[in-house]
């Protein structure tokens, strides 16, 4: 005979974690049914945050150059302090071997002086400082002793000094790794946006570049732009702008103060460093070198042009409302307006 046995209910709480679990899965459908595709960003989004990071890359570029001329100077004044220190050591050692010239003529002569004798087995200090000591000694001797002492004193000194420049060094190092690091992290960021873009705005970016990037090139060398930047260009700032019209067309390359790369401030140290002056390395120090012309009707060609608040892009004009300038990652030296430059103009500088 078949069993009719009643088929066994599934428990209190099998039966709430399957209701919730439904319920979560009716949830989540409904919510990926109801959003909204997330946006991708237009071709004019893109160029305006690629633009910003540019911008903050460059002013990270310009701190970086700082640090990085700071190493650059502390080494070189350490190296030199080191070679004094080298060099006075050896002084020192060479007046020691004149006291003990005289203590062996002594010694030899009938007696070597207690004092003369203690010192030349520890440090002259314990005994200049007691007149019974000097009263003891020759003035030849005296005279020998004032002279190690004096060495040795400079000698501290200098390896104080040398140690602090060693602990500025260290400091320095890390704030230019820091400083690298932030900059190959806004380009990094940049390209990953232009990499969101298609192939055709990829070409339509570049062309708007380039038609830019031409018509400045236009304007300043039209006849009477040519003529006018001419009569204007003398001196060392003349010969600094004809240096960097020879470079036209070189690639923008953060930290590179060329021959055949440069960032915006390595190409107006590079192009005056060709007309025999050396200007500071970075915008910031650039800025603080000449005479500051606060009127852009005041602007001489080849004077250095500062634009941005803080000061972190620099040019040199050009006549006609133009500079010559290195701009930022993926473009070269190039003619460009005043106004599309995307930062104020703050002042110019004659050097």
């Known amino acids: 005979m078949a069993s009719h046995r009643r088929p066994k209910q599934p428990s209190r709480a099998r039966v709430t974690v399957l209701t919730t679990a439904a319920a979560a899965a009716v949830a989540l459908g409904s919510q990926a049914a109801n959003a909204a595709p997330s946006e991708k960003p237009s071709k004019d989004e893109v160029k305006s945050k690629v633009d910003k990071l540019y911008e903050q890359a460059e002013q990270a570029t310009e701190k970086y150059n700082g640090a990085k001329e700071k190493q650059e100077k502390l080494q ?20 020691r ?35 019974s ?3 003891q000694l020759s003035s030849q001797q005296v005279e020998a002793l004032k002279k190690i002492q004096d060495k040795q004193r400079d000698l501290a000194q200098q390896r104080a000094e040398a140690s602090d420049k060693l602990k500025d060094l260290s400091s320095t190092r890390t704030e230019l790794g820091e400083k690298k690091k932030e900059v190959q992290a806004k380009l990094a960021e940049a390209q990953k946006l232009l990499n969101t873009l298609t192939a055709q705005e990829k070409a339509a970016l570049a062309a708007e570049e380039e038609r830019a990037s031409r018509d400045s090139s236009r304007q300043a060398l039209t006849p009477a732009a040519a003529a006018s930047a001419s009569a204007s260009a003398s001196g060392r700032a003349g010969a600094a702008y004809s240096a960097a019209q020879t470079k036209l ?14 960032d915006c401030s390595g190409l107006t140290s590079w192009a005056y460093a060709q007309a025999g002056v050396a200007i500071p390395r970075t915008s910031e120090q650039q800025a603080n070198y000449g005479t500051r012309i606060y009127s852009q009707s005041d602007l001489q060609v ?16 050009a006549g006609n409302g133009q500079i010559i300038h290195a701009p930022r990652t993926g473009t070269v030296v190039r003619y460009e307006s005043f106004d599309t430059i995307g930062g104020p103009f703050m002042f110019g500088v004659r050097v």
Do not use: C
């Open 249 to 262: 067309g070189s690639p923008y390359v953060y930290g590179a103060t060329g021959p055949s790369s440069f």
């Open 302 to 317: 080849g004077d250095l042009v500062f634009f941005f608040n803080d000061l972190h892009h620099v040019g040199l004009y």
């Open 76 to 95: 070189k004044e350490i190296s030199t302090i080191q070679d004094n220190v080298a060099r006075g050591q050896e002084e020192v050692n060479e007046l």
């Open 133 to 135: 000591t000097l009263d």
């Open 97 to 131: 071997d004149g006291l003990g010239s005289m203590a062996s003529a002594q010694y030899r002569s009938g007696g070597l002086d207690p004092s003369l004798q203690l010192f030349l087995s520890a440090d002259p200090d314990d005994y200049l400082d007691k007149a």
